[in-house]
């Protein structure tokens, strides 16, 4: 459920580029929140014009799973095509996000010999104010993925993660989790109630498929399951509508599906302990319901 992964990529563009490149057409659906459309911009900027700066950014939306499905063969592509492109003026400002987009690698290919890499780049100082990077690493202590599992440091994560985030997108994260982590200590129904108020209030976070997912599973959790059942319904039914112009969105559908299927038995829906939600949606089976 990862949000905005690369608000400090504006600065990059006042500095590097303009609103009428490739590139700069990227950066201003970014900001406004709309990474699908942009990621064309930023495959074309890399390509045809060896845009070091879209080529970074290509690799991370390929990584996000978030509006765009999670994709490690293409994210890799553009990360090694960042990797070989020249800098250009004031593309040092590179050498902060390249490592996090390596790390972000490390963590969600299939190689669990390079997971500790990955969080020790995450642990790096030059990240400790930086909410992206602090949401996935408290992710992995979560999980105890290149590291070992230790809940409490994840959820002190997590809040710093949100301390240092202008928009909603850290505390939409850690919501998420509180309310379907399979460990029953882990998850606080209470708090997740209370995050999800912060991002209800944003009028186009509120309207997405994955914020009503959230929603749903939250009032799950908290044993509100008819407001859950409903709840689902409109996320299905809006990933339909969402999907009709993104058609690489139905890869959600099984799972939401199978989500509203849980809450009609009167169930929460938690991931199952040993699960490693690192695979993305392209990464994972669909979910069957049994």
């Known amino acids: 459920m990862y949000k905005k992964i690369l608000v400090a990529f504006t600065f990059l563009l006042q500095i590097s580029g303009c609103a009428t490149t490739q590139g700069g057409k990227g950066f201003d659906l970014v900001d406004d929140n709309e990474y699908a459309k942009a990621l064309p911009f930023f495959e074309a900027a890399?390509?045809?014009?060896?845009?070091?700066?879209?080529?970074?950014?290509?690799?991370?939306?390929?990584?996000?799973?978030?509006?765009?499905?999670?994709?490690?063969?293409?994210?890799?592509?553009?990360?090694?095509?960042?990797?070989?492109?020249?800098?250009?003026?004031?593309?040092?400002?590179?050498?902060?996000?390249?490592?996090?987009?390596?790390?972000?690698?490390?963590?969600?290919?299939?190689?669990?010999?390079?997971?500790?890499?990955?969080?020790?780049?995450?642990?790096?100082?030059?990240?400790?104010?930086?909410?992206p990077a602090l949401g996935l690493l408290a992710k992995t202590y979560a999980f105890g993925k290149g590291v070992d599992k230790n809940l409490k440091i994840s959820?002190?994560?997590?809040?710093?993660?949100?301390?240092?985030?202008?928009?909603?997108?850290?505390?939409?994260?850690?919501?998420?989790?509180?309310?379907?982590?399979?460990?029953?200590?882990?998850?606080?129904?209470?708090?997740?109630?209370?995050?999800?108020?912060?991002?209800?209030?944003?009028?186009?976070?509120?309207?997405?498929?994955?914020?009503?997912?959230?929603?749903?599973?939250?009032?799950?959790?908290?044993g509100q399951f008819n407001e859950a059942v409903k709840i689902q319904k409109e996320a299905i039914e809006k990933l339909t509508k969402e999907s009709k112009e993104h058609p690489q969105f139905i890869v959600w559908e099984s799972w939401l599906s199978c989500r509203l299927k849980t809450y009609e038995q009167a169930q929460p829906w938690h991931y199952k302990s040993g699960q490693m939600p690192f695979s993305g949606a392209t990464g994972s089976q669909p979910c069957v319901w049994e």
Do not use: C
Request: glycine residues 4%; aromatic residues 14%; charged residues 30%.
């Open 155 to 222: 959820k002190l994560l997590f809040q710093r993660a949100i301390d240092h985030d202008r928009y909603v997108y850290s505390a939409h994260h850690y919501a998420w989790w509180l309310a379907t982590h399979p460990d029953e200590e882990f998850r606080d129904g209470a708090l997740a109630s209370e995050l999800i108020k912060d991002v209800m209030e944003d009028d186009e976070e509120a309207e997405r498929s994955s914020t009503l997912d959230t929603l749903a599973a939250i009032y799950a959790e908290n």
């Open 46 to 131: 890399a390509i045809q014009d060896g845009d070091k700066t879209s080529a970074v950014m290509a690799s991370f939306l390929y990584l996000s799973d978030y509006q765009i499905p999670r994709d490690i063969d293409k994210a890799k592509k553009y990360f090694e095509l960042a990797k070989s492109l020249g800098y250009a003026p004031w593309d040092q400002y590179l050498d902060y996000f390249i490592p996090l987009a390596e790390a972000r690698i490390m963590l969600y290919d299939d190689d669990p010999d390079n997971d500790s890499q990955g969080t020790d780049i995450l642990r790096g100082n030059r990240y400790s104010e930086y909410s």
